[in-house]
């Protein structure tokens, strides 16, 4: 089990209903955790995601610490 | 000044201007993204911006300086609003500074399209049919799909 | 505001913006053109720009109006400095906005390229050294001939 | 005879010494005037010039008519 900060923003901010929790989880990369939590929430489909580790961008298959910090980033649409 | 921030003041073109100026620089070429009171045929009376701000400073800092040096111009900042902004207000700035124009046109055309597609940036529209909604990019909305939770495991 | 000015006074870009600015217009667009301290090598202490006004009133109008048409953007304008201007002013200024970005910067491209090409404006050099002079074109002095008069009669 | 009035910018406005000037002239077209005038001032080469009567772009073998006023334009280097 590890340790995972997770932030939300945007549409998964309000589908999570927080702008970020703090889980125990066994899921091994962002991928198992985000299916963990979309479980969890009901996240609606809103497109390719990416994901960010500690702040930077990260890889949906790569081993996740203790302690990491998780956000998964919805398409994005600026300006 | 810092090559990309967020703000959640109203931007100052004036004064975001004079940070790039330099008497080497004989071009400068701005560009501006303003609230608009329309986007896909609905009627749009306010919007709120938010940005995962520590990912997204890095991402726009690397933005600006692969313009610098991919177009070889002098100065190159941009900041982008974050909050909530009325129909008309100024949602991002680009600022270039060049000694020629070509090369400041093309820097500020790049970084407000990387900035675009690359910076986690979210905006949400509040229609004047009291709907609202987060906008997503019309380009990745184009080809939806499940996240990848859904498609595989290892 | 007129589609094209001359000025003998300080251009005001935190103005001139506003003139243009619109609720239907996500994207504006603007170039500036700053005194150089150099050119061609040579370092230049100041400068000053002569206009035949008439004429380029008439020539500026059209190349605004031009840009409106061709690339569908809302509204468009340039001023021009004439007299003296020293290291760093502002020595011309073109503003689009338009819907989106991709007609503003092409119309603001479109307008700089045509006015530096098209209208009667000529910029006399100060140089460090204590020489000066009226500088021609780039693109038409390197093929310069004699004017006409001397080719033949008719 | 035809009373013409010339304007002069830039290097020409140096080189003749005046801003203006009215003439009477045999020219019949714009180039036999310039032809006149460059005798007269000496002007230098400036590369291709334009021509302007009654402040729009002219021909340089259109007839020049009693009153018309002609400026003639050096290369321009604008911005």
Same mark, same amino acid.
């Given at each position: 089990?590890?340790?995972?900060?997770?932030?939300?923003?945007?549409?998964?901010?309000?589908?999570?209903?927080?702008?970020?929790?703090?889980?125990?989880?066994?899921?091994?990369?962002?991928?198992?955790?985000?299916?963990?939590?979309?479980?969890?929430?009901?996240?609606?489909?809103?497109?390719?995601?990416?994901?960010?580790?500690?702040?930077?961008?990260?890889?949906?298959?790569?081993?996740?610490?203790?302690?990491?910090?998780?956000?998964?980033?919805?398409?994005?649409?600026?300006? | 000044?810092?090559?990309?921030?967020?703000?959640?003041?109203?931007?100052?073109?004036?004064?975001?201007?004079?940070?790039?100026?330099?008497?080497?620089?004989?071009?400068?070429?701005?560009?501006?993204?303003?609230?608009?009171?329309?986007?896909?045929?609905?009627?749009?009376?306010?919007?709120?911006?938010?940005?995962?701000?520590? =990912?997204? @400073?890095?991402?726009? *800092?690397?933005? %600006?300086?692969?313009?610098?040096?991919?177009?070889?111009?002098?100065? &190159? $900042? !941009?900041?982008?609003?974050?909050?909530? =902004?009325? @129909?008309?207000?100024? *949602?991002?700035? %680009?600022?270039?500074?060049?000694?020629?124009?070509?090369?400041?046109? &093309? $820097? !500020?055309?790049?970084?407000?399209?990387?900035?675009?597609?690359?910076?986690?940036?979210?905006?949400?529209?509040?229609?004047?049919?009291?709907?609202?909604?987060?906008?997503?990019?019309?380009?990745?909305?184009?080809?939806?799909?499940?996240?990848?939770?859904?498609?595989?495991?290892?």
């Amino acid at each position: 089990m590890r340790e995972i900060q997770v932030e939300y923003f945007a549409a998964l901010r309000e589908h999570a209903g927080c702008g970020r929790e703090r889980l125990r989880t066994a899921a091994r990369t962002p991928r198992e955790l985000f299916a963990e939590l979309s479980r969890r929430h009901g996240f609606p489909e809103l497109g390719p995601l990416k994901v960010a580790v500690n702040d930077e961008f990260g890889d949906w298959e790569a081993p996740l610490a203790d302690g990491d910090s998780v956000v998964f980033i919805p398409p994005v649409a600026g300006g | 000044m810092k090559p990309f921030a967020f703000s959640a003041e109203p931007l100052q073109p004036a004064s975001l201007r004079r940070s790039l100026a330099d008497p080497r620089c004989g071009a400068f070429v701005s560009f501006e993204g303003w609230v608009r009171n329309h986007n896909d045929g609905r009627e749009v009376r306010a919007l709120e911006y938010e940005a995962y701000e520590q =990912l997204g @400073l890095k991402e726009g *800092a690397r933005i %600006v300086q692969e313009a610098i040096e991919r177009f070889g111009v002098d100065h &190159a $900042a !941009c900041v982008h609003r974050v909050g909530a =902004l009325a @129909l008309g207000d100024l *949602a991002v700035w %680009v600022g270039v500074s060049s000694a020629h124009r070509d090369a400041a046109f &093309a $820097a !500020c055309r790049y970084i407000i399209d990387e900035v675009k597609h690359r910076v986690p940036i979210w905006k949400k529209e509040h229609y004047a049919d009291g709907d609202s909604g987060w906008v997503n990019c019309e380009r990745c909305a184009s080809h939806a799909q499940p996240p990848p939770a859904r498609q595989a495991g290892r």
